[in-house]
């Protein structure tokens, strides 16, 4: 085979192995679901080796989508990191074998301080198991790695489970993206998540026009204000809405006519509009779902405060 043959074949088996869980979920997912939500501190993830690194993946999901959790290596807990837990706390602890010394030298101070564990492990007899308020079975039949040894599909059945414990969260809390960005506040995504109409709409030198205007002044109005469309108010109020599409369209309807017709001929009457503190993403759905390419932004009297266009919520 080459090297193509043992990506897809990896593929293929560490695929089986995330399918493979379907088959072993019972109601110890729905019971450490509800552990995790009803928990009034933090979720305290741990593991060892590879199944640290995958806990320190899960416990950065978890904490990203609403539900407070760190990562901490068991090693350290012997030298003071015992200090972070109380006993409102709830431990994920992660181990394929369930039985990793480092591992289950932390679990009895856990028990100690009465603090619920979560275990999850590739072996439901597993000490691990033995001692863990709710155990999740995340056994694979191989590894991916062609010696049976390198721990891959594995982790990536670590993973899969820890995400769909985020995912049953993020569910049962009703997540929303509004949420989502106040824990992502640097970055496009923060940027696309906050960023209201009053932020990026344009405000002057809007191309006004009155409804009687004709269509070859208005041509002028609107090239000149670069938006590509024209606002007709009559004393202060928004009475419709024309693009360069609109005029385009006109001028091979009426041909010779074309210069005699006015802008209340061809314009919308009811242009869409939001307000200053809608969410571009918001505004991005209204422009997907009826196919325009900008929006009026309106104050609670509708009178006119900007324009937001296609290119500006482009951050």
């Not at 933090?42 to 999901?61: D, E, L, M, R």
């Not at 009811?270 to 505004?283: G, H, L």
Request: glycine share 8%; aromatic share 6%.
């Amino acid at each position: 085979m080459n090297a193509k043959d043992y990506a897809i074949q990896c593929f293929k088996d560490e695929a089986a192995a995330v399918l493979g869980l379907i088959e072993k979920l019972d109601d110890k997912f729905e019971q450490a679901v509800e552990l995790m939500y009803h928990c009034k501190g933090k979720i305290i993830v741990t593991g060892v080796g590879k199944s640290g690194h995958i806990g320190a993946k899960i416990a950065a999901t978890l904490s990203s989508t609403g539900t407070p959790s760190f990562f901490i290596n068991p090693l350290d807990v012997f030298h003071g990191d015992l200090g972070v837990m109380t006993p409102d706390d709830v431990v994920l602890a992660i181990s394929n074998s369930g039985q990793t010394d480092e591992l289950l030298r932390f679990i009895p101070m856990v028990l100690h301080m009465h603090i619920p564990i979560i275990g999850m492990s590739g072996h439901p007899d597993s000490l691990l198991a033995k001692y863990s308020t709710c155990h999740l079975n995340i056994g694979v039949d191989k590894e991916a790695c062609p010696l049976n040894l390198a721990p891959t599909s594995s982790t990536m059945a670590q993973l899969a489970m820890g995400d769909a414990l985020a995912i049953a969260l993020i569910e049962k809390r009703n997540f929303q993206p509004r949420d989502f960005a106040q824990f992502h506040p640097g970055g496009e995504l923060g940027k696309r998540l906050l960023t209201t109409a009053q932020d990026v709409m344009r405000t002057d030198d809007m191309p006004i026009l009155p409804p009687e205007m004709h269509l070859g002044e208005a041509i002028i109005l609107v090239s000149k204000g670069k938006l590509g469309l024209g606002i007709a108010m009559v004393d202060g109020k928004i009475e419709g809405l024309i693009t360069d599409g609109d005029i385009r369209r006109a001028m091979e309807k009426w041909q010779a006519e074309f210069f005699d017709r006015t802008v209340s001929d061809i314009m919308t009457r009811n242009p869409k509009t939001v307000t200053a503190d809608t969410k571009i993403t918001e505004i991005q759905k209204i422009m997907n779902k009826y196919k325009v390419h900008s929006v009026l932004v309106v104050d609670d009297d509708n009178h006119l405060l900007g324009v937001v266009d296609h290119y500006s919520c482009m951050i």
